[in-house]
């Protein structure tokens, strides 16, 4: 075999382009046979078929129809989040031109730990993540009194379990140490992430309405403070309270300007985590929802939910860029001091990983492309998809509703079935490849979800939506 060409550079700058015939071929020959928005057959059909596509993964000699046989067995065996009836995760379908901006990023090919390997990408990425932070922090960023302007600012991460790791790490850092109160319906990543950084275990305050309990936040943060005082572990301020504006389960946002009000009354840090929600911030129609985002001294934002990026487009908006100094590493051969004092700029401090993709770049075209008008008919356009299911889902005398949408998640039931029923609808129409719904364990009973994120679902795939779990549910 000749030797292979590069994706860029001077001497084969085309390569690309006969190779993405093969892609987008294979891409539509692997969704035809799959059929649906799942592979048929389960598990274990699914895996025969790759083991069958793939046979032998490191052949002594290569072979060319590789590309077109592993992208068109993956295709007809993967989840595609662009049907309708895939619904069951905060998995959306990504824009074209954000997947195209992926590519040309892959090409490139930039590495974002040094200005030498990403000149033009780092201050892309300065530009956006500061544009992206005052969205969230628009009525905090006000000149102090020094007359120096207070600017805010984001870092790129790999997601909302990245961003909430980063978060309660700079809060450690910001107090020496800090213990973390959080709703019972905060994001698993929370807890996980105490433990990682080493932190006492996490205070729970019950969520009865799916929804932090505000009395009960205010009698944790009296009491832990309290402990805090009395056995010498730091004042009431080393406490850090997450707040969610965008359940997992159901898509409920907590009351955020109240637990602002106590966090401030309590002298206590606070961090937003609004991976789903956070995309409201481009609509007009339900950016007040988000009200109270701006008192959070960060933010977790996900654009891979509700701004339709290919994975990984996560950010962790930070009031305070001073937060950030606790991230200051030197390695000489990235940021070496006269490499900084003669002016490159040091990247190493913008994130825990030192490799990164440059994934700012889809983020921008998208901005640029869709303007916010744009992208908030797009959210305005999913959340209304999810009324129209809720009140399908309403009027059927043989379904449940949870409860009206806050976002675009429904959740629903067949009416009168066990938990153990409703579980096995789901798994039914996987394993037959008809419909990909998720489930949610709320009020000790077991509910389908279902979570709108494709702007193209009509009212015609939410009804066909309804009528297979009808169809499937044991009488």
């Not at 052949?59 to 068109?72: I, K, N, S, Y």
């Not at 932090?212 to 009431?236: F, I, N, S, V, W």
């Not at 079935?417 to 719904?437: F, K, Q, Y």
């Amino acid at each position: 075999m000749s030797t292979p060409p590069l994706a860029s550079g001077p001497e084969d700058p085309g390569a690309l382009r006969p190779l993405l015939d093969t892609v987008l071929d294979a891409l539509r020959d692997g969704r035809e046979a799959r059929g649906g928005p799942l592979p048929a057959g389960g598990p274990e059909s699914v895996a025969r078929r790759l083991r069958d596509a793939v046979a032998d993964v490191l052949p002594e000699q290569g072979t060319e129809d590789a590309l077109r046989v592993l992208v068109q067995a993956l295709a007809e065996g993967a989840a595609d989040p662009a049907d309708p009836l895939c619904v069951a995760h905060l998995h959306c379908p990504p824009l074209a031109v954000a997947t195209a901006a992926d590519l040309a990023a892959s090409a490139l090919n930039p590495s974002m730990d040094s200005w030498d390997q990403a000149p033009a990408a780092s201050e892309l990425e300065a530009l956006v993540t500061e544009a992206l932070a005052t969205e969230v922090y628009k009525r905090a960023n006000k000149p102090r009194k020094s007359n120096e302007p207070h600017k805010s600012t984001a870092l790129v991460t790999t997601g909302g379990t990245e961003s909430n790791q980063l978060a309660l790490l700079l809060a450690r850092e910001a107090y020496a140490g800090v213990r973390l109160i959080c709703g019972a319906n905060a994001h698993h990543s929370l807890l996980r992430a105490a433990w990682l950084l080493g932190l006492p275990d996490p205070v729970v305050v019950p969520a009865p309405a799916g929804v932090m309990d505000l009395a009960a936040l205010d009698e944790a943060l009296t009491d832990c403070g309290d402990q805090r005082l009395r056995h010498g572990q730091g004042p009431r301020g080393s406490l850090l309270v997450a707040a969610t504006a965008g359940t997992t389960d159901a898509g409920l946002i907590d009351p955020l300007p109240d637990i602002a009000d106590l966090c401030e009354a309590h002298g206590t840090r606070l961090h937003i985590d609004a991976a789903y929600g956070g995309g409201l911030l481009f609509s007009d129609h339900h950016r007040g929802k988000l009200d109270g985002l701006d008192r959070a001294h960060t933010v977790t934002l996900d654009l891979h939910k509700l701004g339709w990026q290919p994975v990984a487009a996560g950010l962790l908006a930070v009031k305070d860029p001073h937060d950030l100094d606790a991230l200051s590493h030197r390695a000489d051969y990235l940021n070496a001091d006269d490499d900084t004092e003669a002016g490159l700029p040091d990247l190493l401090g913008r994130s825990l990983r030192t490799s990164r993709r440059p994934d700012i770049l889809k983020v921008a075209v998208t901005l640029k492309t869709l303007g916010r008008a744009g992208l908030g008919a797009l959210v305005d356009q999913v959340c209304a998809r999810a009324v129209e299911l809720a009140d399908l889902v309403e009027a059927h005398p043989g379904f449940e509703l949870y409860d009206p949408p806050t976002l675009s998640t429904v959740l629903f039931r067949p009416a009168e079935a066990s938990d153990e029923a409703v579980a096995t609808v789901r798994r039914t129409l996987l394993h037959e490849g008809r419909a990909v719904l998720g489930r949610a364990l709320l009020d000790d009973r077991l509910w389908l979800k279902a979570t709108l994120l494709n702007p193209y679902t009509r009212p015609g795939d939410l009804a066909a939506l309804l009528k297979l779990v009808e169809g499937h549910t044991p009488r």
